[in-house]
């Protein structure tokens, strides 16, 4: 991919998209992955899931 494009790519993608960090115990995120795992789930869509509920409130 050429660096214009690259550069392009990723620039568009800011426009839409915006990290969200926190900082959790270990044990918490591993028990949780499990459980996404178990659900076939990724943490991104159970996340928005979650915020979804959060925010229908």
């Keep these: 991919m050429p660096r214009k494009s690259r550069a392009d790519y990723f620039k568009k993608r800011r426009e839409n ?19 996404l795992y178990e659900l076939g789930k990724t943490k991104t869509a159970w996340l928005i899931e979650k915020i979804d509920e959060e925010l229908k409130k």
């Design 17 to 35: 998209l915006k990290h969200f960090n926190v900082v959790l115990p270990k044990e918490l995120v591993e028990s949780i992955e499990k459980r």
